[in-house]
C-alpha cells in the first residue's frame, strides 16, 4: 500500500479521497490542515490516523509514502518542494504552481531526490482522452482546435456583493485562466505540443484576476481558439476539426462522449466507458508511477505541464495579471 498524505481539505479534497478509496494500494494515513479542529473532522471522516497542522513535521514524519496537496495555487511550490525533499511523491492539483519559474524549481527538486511529481489534470486520463488520441487520424490534417469552458462560479455572486474569496484574490494565484481555462490549454498541449504564438485577450475584476477570456494560439500548420469564463455558463462542446471530419468533445473538462462527424455527414461515437468519479484515473496513473519506480508521466509530464504554464505566463502578461508569487522572479 501507498501509505498518502493530503495536504489542504476542501470539497477537491472530499472527492479526491472518495476516488482513491476506488483504487488499487491507496491508504489514507495523514491529515494537514493549518487548523486542528480541520485536520481532525477530515481525519475522522476518512479514518486517516495522524493529524498535522505543520508541513515540515508531516512530511519528515516517515510515515507518508506520498502527497496530494490541494492548498491554494499560491502555495503549491512550497509544500510540494517541503515534502519532496524529505523523499515524499507528490501528486499536485492544477495548476502545479503559479507560474513557470516555481515549476522548474518544483521539477529540480523532484529529480534531485528522485520521487514522483505529476500535475493531477484528470481529464488527460480519462479513457475518453485515449478515445480522442486514439481516433485523431480518423479526421485528417488537424486544421483547428476550439475549445470552451465557461462556469458561473457561486463565489462570483460574493464578489458582486463586494466579497472577495479565494477564487478571485491574486494572492493565492486565483482566476479563470488558472481554475478554468487550463483545462482547455492542458488536452491541446499532450496533443499538439506548445504553440509558436500566442494571443491572449480578458475581462479583468477589480480585484485584479481575469473573470473570462480568450487565447489564440497559433500552430505551424493549425490554430487553436480557447474560450473560459467563471461569469457565464455555456453549453458549447470543444471541438478538433480536421479535413476528413470533426470530432465533438462534451464537456472538455469531463469528456463525457467524443463523437466523430465525417465530410459525409456520417457520424460515429467513439465513447468509452468511464468511472463516475474520474479522478480515480489520476490516482491509479500516480500509484502505477511509484510502484513502477518511474518519476514522470508520459501524459501529464514535466514537460506538458511546463508547456501550460509557459503559455499562461504569457497570456497573464499581456492581459496583465500579475501575482504576489511572480515577484520573486522578477
Known sequence: MIRFGIIGTNWITDSFLQAAQEADGFALTAVYSRTAQRAQEFSDKYGAARVYTNIEEMAASGEIDAVYIASPNSLHAEHAKACMKHGVHVLCEKPIASNSAELK???????????????????????????????????????????????????????????????????????????LGIYCLYPLVVL??????????????GSGVDG????????????????????????????????????????????????????????????????????VYEVNEFI?????????????????????????????KQIGLVYPADAKYR
Open 212 to 279: 473570462g477570456g480568450s487565447l489564440l494560439l497559433a500552430y505551424p500548420e493549425m490554430e487553436a481558439v480557447i474560450h473560459y469564463s467563471k461569469m457565464t455558463n455555456s453549453s458549447l462542446p470543444s471541438e478538433i476539426q480536421g479535413e476528413d471530419g470533426v470530432m465533438t468533445i462534451a464537456k472538455i473538462s469531463m469528456l463525457e462522449s467524443v463523437e466523430i462527424r465525417g465530410r459525409d455527414g456520417s457520424l460515429t461515437d467513439v465513447t468509452r466507458e468511464q468511472e463516475a468519479n474520474t479522478m
Open 105 to 179: 524549481e518544483m521539477v529540480a527538486v523532484a529529480r534531485e531526490h528522485g520521487v514522483v511529481l505529476m500535475e493531477a489534470m484528470k481529464s488527460t486520463l480519462q479513457p475518453n482522452f485515449g478515445a480522442v488520441r486514439d481516433n485523431l487520424h480518423r479526421i485528417g490534417k488537424v486544421r483547428r482546435y476550439v475549445s470552451s469552458f465557461c462556469q458561473y462560479s457561486s463565489r462570483y455572486d460574493a464578489y458582486k456583493q463586494g466579497t472577495v474569496l479565494n477564487a478571485f484574490n491574486p494572492s493565492f494565484s486565483n482566476g479563470a485562466l488558472m481554475d
Open 288 to 316: 502505477g508511477l511509484i510502484r513502477q519506480g518511474r518519476t514522470e508521466s508520459a501524459i501529464n509530464s514535466h514537460d506538458h505541464s511546463l508547456w501550460t504554464m509557459e503559455i499562461m505566463d504569457e497570456a497573464r
Open 192 to 205: 499538439f505540443g506548445k504553440p509558436d504564438r500566442i494571443h491572449a485577450n480578458a475581462v479583468m475584476l
